[in-house]
């Protein structure tokens, strides 16, 4: 089946619906006034980033009927250095809380027990002797709604209460009215009185 005949045709399950594409082709940037022409089509390179993220594959594994990988990797890059995944990552869910009947800015939200994780390369690593694991921990804030609010990954060595600070830091001017954050009791003790 050849890539992209026609908008309907989603050869991938990773590929983003016509609904979903509105939604996200609005916050992408606009071409250059000047310069090149762009000749890659955006929401090519955009399935093609969630295919190497939701896949789990190097981007050097990109199927061929994708632009080339350095392409899709720069494209992905730049819009990660230019903060473009939170700000989609952010109106989505803000999106979500207003169709649910909520304030886009939450009252109350949760600080979930760090966990585990052995994602591939990269990033800080770690040995938690208490809890005998290896790897990176990841500290997250949701709201009500189980939507994230922050996130902090550390490595596994890094005590708990620390990570806590680091995914608790700066919310309140994210989240003015944020008044009350629900944690899990490994986050007790100094990290409380910090907050």
């Not at 089946?1 to 979903?20: H, I, R, V, W």
């Not at 000749?39 to 199927?63: C, E, H, Q």
Request: aromatic share 10%; hydrophobic share 40%; with cysteine.
């Amino acid at each position: 089946m050849k890539y992209g005949g026609g908008m309907n045709e989603l050869p991938y399950p990773s590929d983003l619906t016509a609904a979903q594409w509105a939604l996200i082709e609005p916050l992408l940037p606009a071409p250059k006034p000047k310069g090149r022409k762009r000749r890659v089509d955006l929401r090519k390179i955009t399935n093609a980033i969630f295919y190497v993220l939701k896949g789990g594959i190097s981007w050097r594994m990109l199927p061929r009927e994708f632009a080339p990988w350095k392409t899709v990797y720069h494209y992905f890059r730049l819009w990660r250095l230019a903060g473009l995944w939170d700000l989609i990552h952010d109106q989505l869910r803000d999106q979500v809380r207003v169709s649910k009947g909520r304030h886009i800015c939450p009252q109350r939200s949760n600080c979930g027990q760090p966990k585990r994780g052995n994602a591939a390369k990269g990033g800080d690593r770690g040995y938690d002797a208490a809890k005998r694991t290896k790897g990176r921990k990841r500290h997250i804030v949701v709201d009500v709604l189980g939507l994230i609010l922050a996130v902090a990954v550390t490595g596994a060595n890094v005590q708990d209460r620390d990570g806590g600070q680091l995914v608790l830091k700066g919310l309140k001017d994210r989240f003015p009215r944020l008044a009350r954050v629900w944690a899990d009791g490994v986050y007790a003790g100094r990290l409380v009185e910090w907050a």
